[in-house]
């Protein structure tokens, strides 16, 4: 049942992706009606920006992989240098920190956030963190069958990965959903913390995604990709609340009616 339910989702990937991006257009065409006519504001349109240069990045990173071109000689020789001067140490510690953005983590966290957004009735947050973690969970499927990379080969058998390798799914993952819920914590709490906030979920984002390339079960370039291509969920979803101006507050929502 579990690999049939896998098979439909790795499958149709593209099509479960167009059918979220649809359905968030629809909504957010729908919200936006309902709401005054305001010029964009500067949040909003830095997001877009962000969006797009991650979207473009990523257009080129894949393409030159696809083409064969300088960036797997670039790939090969990190590899080649972290094989030489990786310890026991070294790997014991990569893979703890790899398990944060392992999929049976990462999942469940996803959803835990997600009914406690619904449990506040923060509708617009909860409606940009599923649209930001399920079109990011189905471009990284869809991308990963189109490209069909092989990972690294190593020897020291810390940890062994299955599947295609590019993009990084741990870096993308991490990105999306610890990188959004950094925002929302960090757009919701005083300067002092949000500054707090802002770099303790960078740091643990950049430590999942090069304990990847640690434990030699990623390319650099795909944790690259994988950033880049979260980077374009994550701008979209960003842009998207503030336009609307879901920026007031997380705390629960008196019922209506």
């Not at 992989?65 to 240098?81: K, Y």
């Not at 950049?206 to 990623?218: D, E, N, P, Y």
């Amino acid at each position: 049942m579990q690999h049939a339910a896998r098979a439909i989702v790795d499958g149709y990937a593209g099509l479960w992706l167009l059918v979220v991006v649809g359905l968030a257009l629809v909504v957010f065409a729908r919200v936006r009606q309902r709401r005054p006519i305001v010029e964009a504001p500067p949040a909003s349109r830095i997001a877009i920006i962000v969006a797009v240069a991650c979207a473009a990045g990523f257009a080129a990173l894949a393409f030159a992989i696809h083409a064969g071109e300088r960036i797997p000689g670039w790939d090969d020789a990190v590899h080649r240098g972290l094989g030489e001067r990786l310890g026991p140490g070294d790997l014991a510690f990569a893979l703890a920190v790899t398990r944060l953005g392992d999929t049976v983590f990462v999942m469940p966290f996803a959803f835990a956030v997600a009914c406690v957004l619904a449990w506040r009735r923060a509708g617009l947050l909860l409606g940009a963190w599923l649209f930001v973690t399920l079109a990011n969970g189905f471009a990284i499927r869809a991308f990963k069958h189109a490209f069909t990379r092989e990972r690294p080969i190593h020897e020291h058998g810390w940890l062994v990965e299955t599947g295609w390798s590019f993009p990084s799914g741990h870096a993308a993952g991490a990105l999306a959903v610890y990188g959004l819920l950094a925002w929302m914590l960090a757009r919701h709490a005083s300067p002092r913390t949000a500054w707090i906030v802002a770099v303790t979920g960078g740091v643990l984002v950049l430590a999942i995604g090069t304990s990847r390339v640690v434990l030699q079960v990623h390319h650099p370039s795909d944790i690259v990709g994988g950033f880049l291509l979260a980077g374009t969920w994550l701008g979209l979803g960003v842009a998207a609340l503030e336009r609307l101006g879901a920026v007031g507050t997380l705390r629960r929502s008196a019922p209506t009616g």
